[in-house]
């Protein structure tokens, strides 16, 4: 069965920080990785994408991807109070597989 | 773009009774998912559509659930005869997978089942 792994948390860290989450999957043949926000009582909304080894950039969040140790990982810097979810890791080709999410709390 | 939509947002049932969501995708998307959200899990797939064709089934779905697309364009979930384990949210996505890997999900806002 293929499983994507986070800790639940919750995580927290200063206003300002960087916050660092992280996942492992278990099928080493998934080609695509996403990281989803979940604010909450909403549904998730896709933040990141990424689909090959190393880093990738939008603004202030990174998505990181290693397919040799089965991790992928998503930094988010200048964290702020609304940065403040349920941050869902989803692995695969079709259909994704998601993980249980890590709760992030960021502290004014 | 309206998004996708789902109906209806809140629903309360009795255990026994028969229920039926309903999902509208983005409009040019040809594919759509069904997953369903426990608190504290991350969504678990249900199913998914590919124009009007069902291309796939989770294992673990039941019989009593049954879905789907018969123009290609809006989606039902029926649940036959709930149990107060079918409490969940129910989120319906979609998407168009272009060339190669980019299958980004959009998810409605969900529908919310209690099984009392």
């Known amino acids: 069965q293929k499983e994507v792994e986070q800790n639940s948390g919750p995580l927290s860290v200063p206003e300002g920080a960087i916050a660092s989450l992280n996942c492992t999957y278990s099928d080493r043949v998934s080609q695509s990785f996403f990281w989803y926000r979940q604010y909450s009582g909403k549904s998730p909304e896709l933040i990141m994408s990424?689909?090959?080894?190393g880093d990738k950039e939008d603004g202030r969040f990174t998505a990181q991807l290693n397919k040799a140790s089965q991790y992928v990982s998503l930094l988010i810097r200048d964290s702020q109070p609304s940065d403040s979810a349920t941050y869902l890791c989803a692995v695969g080709n079709t259909p994704l597989v998601f993980g249980k999410g890590t709760r992030l709390s960021v502290i004014a | 773009d309206t998004g996708v939509s789902q109906d209806p947002r809140h629903k309360i049932t009795k255990r026994g009774q028969n229920v039926t969501f309903r999902c509208d995708p983005i409009s040019e998307h040809n594919r759509l998912y069904w997953y369903r959200q426990t608190l504290g899990q991350g969504p678990e797939f249900l199913t998914y559509f590919q124009n009007e064709a069902q291309l796939e089934k989770s294992r673990l779905l039941s019989d009593r659930f049954s879905a789907e697309r018969p123009k290609g364009s809006f989606s039902t979930l029926e649940i036959q005869r709930t149990e107060q384990g079918d409490s969940a949210m129910y989120l319906c996505?979609?998407?168009?997978?272009?060339?190669?890997?980019?299958?980004?999900?959009?998810f409605g806002s969900g529908t919310q089942l209690s099984v009392l």
């Open positions: 996505a979609s998407s168009s997978p272009g060339q190669g890997l980019d299958e980004k999900l959009f």
């Open positions: 990424i689909y090959s080894n």
